[in-house]
């Protein structure tokens, strides 16, 4: 959402697919959060404690996806496999200079692992509250086309706005 005038309001809706662009169905999805692995350094000339983060390094990331009903797209991705989701949205800016309201696009793809598989409840006339927890290795992030977060744990990958911050460890572990 470039440009200063541009102020975002709100996701206005969202599809979420699998690697072979099917549907997977209607859901709400936790994100995963961003937490930086990190250690504490102490001794000569540091006053105190410091937690430092390990460059390009997050602790466990999850995602979880909240089913309205038992999807079977649900039931497949509780296989013991990596799988491809892909979120595609749409968020709602207003341009305050013109006055118009313009949608752009943001896009989470992540290949995921299965965690838990929870079928949730039956109730007549009720959703079943079904959910789907995974662990995250890979996610990329894009805004209106730009690519703004790639995190790749097992290719030792961590790009944010176009700089790779793993590039020279990738170097100099013999990876590139």
């Known amino acids: 959402m470039a440009g200063s005038n541009n102020i975002p309001e709100r996701l206005t809706n969202f599809m979420v697919y699998n690697s072979n662009n099917d549907l997977l169905g209607i859901a709400t999805v936790d994100l995963p959060e961003l937490a930086a692995m990190t250690d504490t350094i102490s001794g000569a000339g540091i006053a105190g404690e410091l937690d430092t983060p390990v460059l390009g390094h997050y602790q466990s990331m999850t995602t979880t996806l909240n ?26 800016a207003y341009d305050a200079a013109s006055g118009n309201y313009k949608s752009v696009s ?14 949730g409840s039956f109730e007549s006339g009720a959703t079943t509250d079904s959910s789907s927890e995974f662990e995250v290795s890979y996610l990329k ?15 030792c990958i961590a790009r944010f ?15 590139s």
């Open 141 to 155: 992030l894009t805004i209106d086309g730009k690519e703004m977060v790639e995190i790749d744990k097992l290719n």
């Open 161 to 175: 706005n176009g700089e790779d911050i793993l590039s020279d460890v990738r170097k100099n572990l013999g990876m």
């Open 67 to 92: 089913w309205r009903t038992v999807e079977p797209q649900a039931a497949e991705l509780a296989s013991a496999k990596t799988h491809d989701i892909d979120l595609r949205g749409s968020q709602q």
């Open 106 to 119: 943001v896009r989470v793809f992540m290949k995921v692992l299965p965690k838990n598989f929870s079928l």
